[in-house]
Nanobody, 123 residues
């Protein structure tokens, strides 16, 4: 069974870059047809998909966040990373990583989730 674990700082100052890592166990991030996403949930709001990286290393981004978001991977560590630049208090949220196996392309039927990590943007 695939397990995902988010890690990173819980507090980031405005205008800085938020960086989170998702460590995957029980499966390889290069396994065919797997998509690895970052999703967040601001307080009192719904889930927001931010972007993903797939088994080949191709990346996909939410249009609303694309200018500030970068997703990369380290296959030797079986990890993928989110960087969100120029953060504001509106980026305060619980951040999740999640996986999806889909032979038809990127979707939103996630098979496994990390437990989530709280990130607060404040000076």
């Amino acid at each position: 069974q695939v397990q995902l674990q988010e890690s990173g700082p819980g507090l980031v100052k405005p205008s800085q870059t938020l960086s989170l890592t998702c460590t995957v166990s029980g499966g390889s991030i290069t396994t065919d047809y797997y998509y690895w996403s970052w999703i967040r949930q601001p307080p009192g709001k719904g889930l927001e998909w931010m972007g993903a990286i797939d088994y080949s290393g191709s990346t996909y981004y939410s249009p609303s966040l694309k200018s500030r978001t970068s997703i990369s991977r380290d296959t030797s560590k079986n990890q993928f990373t989110l960087q969100l630049s120029y953060v504001t208090p509106e980026d305060t949220a619980v951040y999740y990583c999640a996986s999806e196996e889909n032979h038809y392309g990127l979707g939103s039927e996630y098979d496994y989730w990390g437990q989530g990590t709280q990130v607060t943007v404040s000076s």
